[in-house]
């Protein structure tokens, strides 16, 4: 499978403003690249990539004065194969687990495990550990949660999301990682692309997508609480403890989003043309970012 991706996005300044922005494709999908990964600015900005310390790349520049557009398209390769699902994988034992998981057992900025430790164990206790366990907890913030983006929040973590009961995708990832990280099942937030590939057209508007990963039987594997089921097309970003580590943009002054869209397009190929699957490119307005 061939998918488009990219985005437009646009900020405000109102003088020069030192920025940090997370929006290229993480290095482990860097091989299924088929076109130039090209972040472009207009007018145009030294920019310079680095590694954080999760492995994710991040651009750092100096946005000038006025509007600074951001811009990227390109062509990635996808297996076409929806998410695993192992329901035997095992919980293991923290002493088992490599010390690079440990820190997913912690909590975080929006994942206050402390304030949900009570609940996670009264509700999940008795669920035998593992994918069980997760799924469980999957479909327990897949049902208490409701979707908007009209619920987004920028500042609401995931006891806040719990007592609300409403949000948008980084909630539902928020509340699903705080909740394992509660029941010692290491648990890290994702955020990426993920297009209407193989399911019906979402009449929400496109954003990037949040979702989670957790370590069973000595591997990660993914999870969703929003969509809850097995989804094709990811295409990872960055990982972190939450979405303070994975923020597409950071900036250190006044930058006020002037426009936003995202685009995720599977190519349909028939004999030796290629077409892209309509309707799977959608907006979003600069009040449904989140």
């Keep these: 499978m061939k998918i488009k991706a990219g985005y437009d996005i646009a900020f405000q300044c109102a003088q020069d403003v030192p920025m940090l922005l997370m929006l290229s494709v993480h290095p482990e999908r860097q091989q299924d690249l088929l076109s130039q990964h090209r972040i472009t600015f207009s007018p145009d900005v030294r920019a310079r990539d680095y590694l954080d310390a999760f492995g994710n790349i991040c651009t750092r520049l100096i946005a000038p004065r006025g509007q600074l557009q ?25 002493d088992r687990l490599p010390s690079e998981a440990l820190v997913y057992l912690l909590g975080s900025r929006y994942c206050d495990t402390q304030k949900l430790n009570d609940l996670a164990w009264a509700q999940f206790g008795s669920v035998p550990g593992g994918w069980r366990r997760v799924q469980a907890i999957c479909d327990y913030v897949h049902d208490r949660l409701e979707f908007g983006y009209h619920h987004a929040r920028d500042d609401r973590t995931a006891a806040e999301g719990h007592d609300e009961r409403r949000g948008v995708c980084r909630d539902f990832a928020h509340l699903a990682v705080a909740l394992c990280r509660c029941m010692n099942i290491p648990a890290r937030y994702c955020t990426g ?15 990037f997508s949040a979702w989670f990963e957790v370590f069973l039987g000595g591997r990660w594997y993914t999870f969703d609480a929003r969509h809850n089921h097995p989804r094709i097309g990811r295409i990872l970003i960055g990982r972190g403890r939450d979405a303070a580590d994975v923020a ?26 290629a077409s892209l699957v309509p309707d799977q490119s959608r907006q979003a307005s600069v009040t449904e970012f989140a």
């Design 70 to 94: 951001v811009r990227n398209r390109f062509i990635i390769a996808d297996t076409g194969e929806a998410d695993e699902v192992a329901p035997d994988a095992e919980q293991w034992d923290i």
């Design 193 to 207: 692309y993920l297009g209407d590939i193989g399911v019906p057209r979402d009449p929400a508007p496109m954003d």
């Design 248 to 273: 597409i943009s950071t900036s250190f002054g006044s930058a006020k989003l002037a426009h936003f869209s995202v685009i995720t397009e599977e190519i349909v190929e028939t004999g030796s043309s």
